[in-house]
């Protein structure tokens, strides 16, 4: 359980960022993130039961699920980022700039997203739930038989229109792959410490430190 001694409103300050400075941002996480996703496919299809799941949704939450322990495990140790929960879902804050999500998504980078409050202010320019830093997705995109990972996309959008898209893919032969068993303690405290939790109150999100 983390205790919470005080709550700092996010600035409203624009910060946003190009792509060529989010490519900068993220250069030094890419092993990492391949990681993540790739190690989260990886549990799925190692479950015994996988390949008798009926429903498409319930591999996207167990993937999410996973890349959310993974994430949680790996980028609690760099130093510049800052884990947020809020409404169901995980905000990665990389120094005070950024902020992106992991997702499942198309080969054009829309993600598939249930139009929750803080989904929808993600991708508007216009909101004032959420401060004005560069937001953007991280989609993986799964092949036509959707038996493997085919892409890995970063993604900036305003409302339903894509601004720009990269991707971050490495060959799965240079890709490590995270354990499955539980991480030692000393690295489970680390992430708990990290986490932190977001709420909305009077419109604005507020995130305890």
């Known amino acids: 359980m983390v205790v919470c001694l005080?709550?700092?409103?996010?600035?409203?300050?624009?910060?946003?960022?190009?792509?060529?400075?989010?490519?900068?941002?993220?250069?030094?996480?890419?092993?990492?993130?391949?990681?993540?996703?790739?190690?989260?496919?990886?549990?799925?299809?190692?479950?015994?039961?996988?390949?008798?799941?009926?429903?498409?949704?319930t591999r996207a939450n167990i993937v999410w699920e996973r890349i959310g322990i993974n994430a949680d495990d790996v980028l609690s140790q760099h130093e510049n980022i800052r884990i947020v929960k809020i409404q169901g879902s995980l905000w990665y804050w990389v120094g005070e700039n950024l902020i992106f999500r992991f997702k499942k998504g198309d080969r054009a980078g829309y993600s598939r997203n249930y139009p929750t409050q803080t989904s929808l202010a993600f991708h508007n320019p216009q909101s004032n739930l959420i401060p004005d830093v560069q937001r953007v997705d991280i989609v993986y995109v799964l092949?036509?038989?959707?038996?493997?990972?085919?892409?890995?996309?970063?993604?900036?959008?305003?409302?339903?229109?894509?601004?720009?898209?990269f991707s971050i893919l490495e060959t799965e032969n240079n890709v490590v792959q995270l354990p499955t068993h539980n991480v030692p303690e000393l690295q489970k405290s680390t992430t708990v410490a990290k986490l932190k939790e977001g709420i909305i109150v009077d419109n604005k999100i507020i995130i305890k430190d």
């Open 143 to 165: 092949d036509v038989a959707e038996t493997a990972i085919d892409d890995i996309l970063v993604v900036a959008r305003k409302k339903d229109a894509i601004e720009w898209v």
């Open 6 to 57: 005080r709550s700092r409103k996010l600035t409203n300050e624009k910060k946003t960022m190009s792509e060529d400075s989010v490519k900068q941002a993220l250069s030094n996480l890419k092993p990492d993130i391949n990681s993540i996703i790739f190690s989260a496919w990886k549990y799925f299809k190692d479950l015994p039961e996988s390949t008798r799941m009926r429903f498409p949704r």
